[in-house]
């Protein structure tokens, strides 16, 4: 069958060269975006599991602001399509590409290698390039695995226009295109002057949503209500893509994007993806006192820093619809917090939670990391104690995780300093449920013992509950 179907799209191809017919243009493309499908290492029904199920937004960015500037752009998430990354080749036959634009995290870079390693089998001259987290962390590494031509660094609207137009129009030198990592014709590496982060965001255009299935996901309303994170915790990645500058488009602009969500879509449960939504206190007044006075009718959740959590923010964000906050904790020992840079004191976590649980938000999550570098058994059990004691206080989830050191963080940059010695660089594994790494204090086998009793103390906590997170 398969043969059949390659000799018609051989005759076809020849027609088409001979211009006997020609291709509707709107299933052609310059530039084809790919997010390649989740690693097995998550249950092989991940594409229907709710909190997996997310539209590549980051993609969907790059794809508006390209299609702006005239550039033909299609994207496909072979995530939602299968698990099987050798679709991608049916695709490019359909669209003929000139340049391919990946995007990977850490635990999906594997299977965008071996995507990518399909599509240059059927056509070794496409161009290729890789953006997103894995690649902004170790991009020498990524372009020695061989089949990527460039690797765009962090915010990458700007600077994939700017490759775009060179590889397309040959506009620019290549040397000058900022954020750029590849190796030039001499075998050297290439690491071009970084790029500045984009100041005004209501410049960009809204993720080219429409270039999505956005009814397959479960959270079809992720949407970014700001950029960066001034803080600087070692074992996060989110500096990588955005910086440190927290920077917002306007209350206006976000509202906009809102109504937009609802009026095009349908959609009114929204994901804020913000890597911390309540940086800036002022901007949350602002932006839930106006979804207050247009009476949108929204359900809402948001990562929060603790530290900036007031009781009178609480009930702001609840009555503008806010049903889900989620606290990066990390860690009930206030030696390891500060150690680990997250600047921010047991007791304000506490007054955190509770004010949000005294404001009526059903679901308050606390995200636990066991392993840091400075943890001992004694730290985590003090931790685990802390944790069930913000369930007291009203939190309804304990998220567990293991420390998980991902390229670029600090973390993986100064493992040997700060005693972190590496298990696995099975990129797969890094899911923040396998262990991969072990220190002094904490062997792998004493690791795995705290973590499936933490577990085990917090699942039966959640089963005496009834709620369930975000996934309704
Ligand atoms: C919301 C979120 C989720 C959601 C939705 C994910 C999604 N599909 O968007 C859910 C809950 C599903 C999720 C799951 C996981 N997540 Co998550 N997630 C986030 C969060 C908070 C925001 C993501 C987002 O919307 N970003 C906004 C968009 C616009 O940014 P972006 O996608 O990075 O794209 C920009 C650039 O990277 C670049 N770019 C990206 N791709 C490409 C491609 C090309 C060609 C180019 C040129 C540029 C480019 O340009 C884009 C626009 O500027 C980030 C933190 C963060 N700041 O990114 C963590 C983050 C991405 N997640 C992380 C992790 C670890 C996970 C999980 C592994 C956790 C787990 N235990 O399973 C899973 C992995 C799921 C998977 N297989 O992909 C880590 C990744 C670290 C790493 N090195 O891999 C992050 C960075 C958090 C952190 N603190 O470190 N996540
Ligand atoms: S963990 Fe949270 S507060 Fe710390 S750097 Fe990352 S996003 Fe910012």
């Given at each position: 069958m398969d043969e059949v179907v390659s000799d018609v799209l051989a005759i076809l191809q020849d027609l088409k060269a001979r211009k006997v017919i020609d291709w509707p243009r709107e299933d052609r493309c310059d530039v084809l975006l790919v997010a390649p499908p989740f690693p097995l290492t998550y249950d092989i029904a991940a594409a229907k599991a709710p909190e997996y199920s997310a539209p590549p937004i980051g993609?969907?960015?790059?794809?508006?602001?390209?299609?702006?500037?005239?550039?033909?752009?299609?994207?496909?998430?072979?995530?939602?399509?299968?698990?099987?990354?050798?679709?991608?080749?049916?695709?490019?036959?359909?669209?003929?590409?000139?340049?391919?634009?990946?995007?990977a995290n850490t635990p999906t870079y594997p299977n965008a290698l071996r995507t990518v390693l399909h599509i240059k089998a059927w056509n070794p001259g496409i161009t290729i390039v890789l953006g997103g987290v894995h690649a902004s962390g170790i991009p020498q590494n990524c372009l020695a695995d061989g089949p990527f031509d460039f690797v765009v660094l962090g915010e990458g609207e700007e600077?994939?226009?700017?490759?775009?137009?060179?590889?397309?129009?040959n506009e620019g030198r290549l040397q000058n295109i900022r954020g750029i990592v590849y190796i030039d014709s001499d075998g050297k590496c290439v690491n071009t002057?970084?790029?500045?982060?984009?100041?005004?965001?209501?410049?960009?255009?809204?993720?080219?949503?429409?270039?999505?299935?956005?009814?397959?996901?479960?959270?079809?309303?992720?949407?970014?209500?700001?950029?960066?994170?001034p803080n600087n915790c070692m074992f996060c990645s989110c500096n990588l893509i955005f910086g440190r500058q927290y920077r917002t488009p306007s209350v206006k602009r976000v509202i906009q994007e809102l109504v937009h969500l609802y009026d095009k879509y349908g959609i009114y449960e929204i994901d804020f993806n913000d890597d911390t939504?309540?940086?800036?206190?002022?901007?949350?007044?602002?932006?839930?006192?106006?979804?207050?006075?247009?009476?949108?009718?929204?359900?809402?959740?948001?990562?929060?820093?603790?530290?900036?959590?007031?009781p009178d923010m609480a009930v702001l964000m609840q009555r503008a619809g806010c049903?889900?906050?989620?606290?990066?904790?990390?860690?009930?020992s206030q030696d390891v917090l500060k150690s680990i840079g997250k600047n921010t004191g047991l007791r304000q976590i506490e007054d955190a939670v509770s004010a949000v649980s005294r404001a009526g938000?059903?679901?308050?999550?606390?995200?636990?990391?066991?392993?840091?570098?400075?943890?001992?058994?004694?730290?985590?059990e003090d931790t685990?104690?802390?944790?069930?004691?913000?369930?007291?206080?009203?939190?309804?989830?304990?998220?567990?995780?293991?420390?998980?050191?991902?390229?670029?963080?600090?973390?993986?940059?100064?493992?040997?300093?700060?005693?972190?010695?590496?298990?696995?660089?099975?990129?797969?594994k890094y899911i923040f449920s396998k262990i991969v790494m072990e220190t002094d204090n904490l062997s792998k086998e004493k690791v795995r013992s705290l973590y499936v009793n933490g577990l085990i103390r917090f699942l039966k906590h959640e089963k005496n509950r009834e709620r369930i997170w975000r996934s309704a």
């Open positions: 993609l969907a960015y790059i794809a508006a602001f390209l299609r702006q500037a005239g550039i033909s752009v299609d994207i496909v998430d072979l995530h939602v399509s299968g698990t099987n990354s050798e679709e991608i080749v049916s695709f490019c036959r359909r669209k003929e590409p000139k340049i391919i634009g990946l995007t600077t994939m226009l700017e490759l775009c137009r060179h590889l397309l129009g002057i970084p790029r500045l982060p984009i100041a005004d965001l209501d410049r960009l255009p809204f993720p080219a949503r429409d270039l999505l299935n956005i009814q397959e996901y479960a959270k079809k309303g992720a949407i970014c209500t700001s950029r960066g994170c939504f309540n940086w800036n206190p002022d901007r949350v007044f602002s932006l839930c006192n106006s979804i207050n006075d247009l009476k949108l009718k929204l359900r809402w959740s948001c990562f929060c820093r603790a530290a900036q959590m007031t049903g889900a906050v989620q606290f990066g904790v990390e860690s009930g938000i059903d679901e308050i999550v606390c995200g636990i990391i066991i392993g840091h570098p400075q943890d001992t058994q004694k730290s985590v685990l104690d802390y944790a069930e004691h913000l369930l007291k206080l009203g939190a309804t989830r304990i998220m567990l995780s293991l420390l998980t050191p991902y390229p670029g963080t600090q973390a993986y940059n100064d493992a040997e300093r700060l005693g972190i010695r590496f298990l696995s660089h099975d990129w797969e």
